[in-house]
């Protein structure tokens, strides 16, 4: 079976609620984006929004387990201004290298996952395996929790029946 480790970064808890519940749904390992820099009050809430569009990478710190270990890395993120959280940009383009197959969530209030989507296949290189969005009225009144778990199935089957491909594979060493 394939490890699968969720990464989560969350401004107000949405996003991490949902992903406890996804790794509880999985059994998954958690790790968690935090940030160098508190964004408290409406300073803070500005500076999201900076982030988000001139797309700055914040300063973050990530201490889970190296995403290298896990045959595939679920990102889970809010939406800020239609665009990726400044914070998962900042994960995402620390650890590209580490990273084999990548899923998506994003939470949102209303829309801009797919710009969120986007965002990740340019810096990843390629789409992500798979991709979905919540709502956050729907993580608040618990209805999304049929739906994340059909999600993490998706993923699970899905990276158990893809065959690694590791760079020895097709290294001409290898050959
Ligand atoms: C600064 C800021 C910008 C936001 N921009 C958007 C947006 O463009 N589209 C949207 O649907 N929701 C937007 N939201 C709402 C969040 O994506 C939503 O509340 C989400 O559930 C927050 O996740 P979190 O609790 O994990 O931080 C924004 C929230 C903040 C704080």
Redesign the pocket.
Known sequence: MSKVLAVAY???????RLAQLLVAQQQWTLAEVREARSRSGVAG?WR??LDSFFHRRPKIHYDGPNPSEFDAVVLVS?????RLAGPMRSFVASQRASLRDVAMIS??????APNAVAEVTQLIGRPPLMNAAFK?REVDDGSYAGRLKAFGKAVQEARDSSPAVRPSTWSPRAA
């Open positions: 969350s401004y107000t808890g949405t996003s991490r809430t999201c929004l809010p939406i800020w201004a239609y939470v949102m209030g209303e829309g801009g956050t």
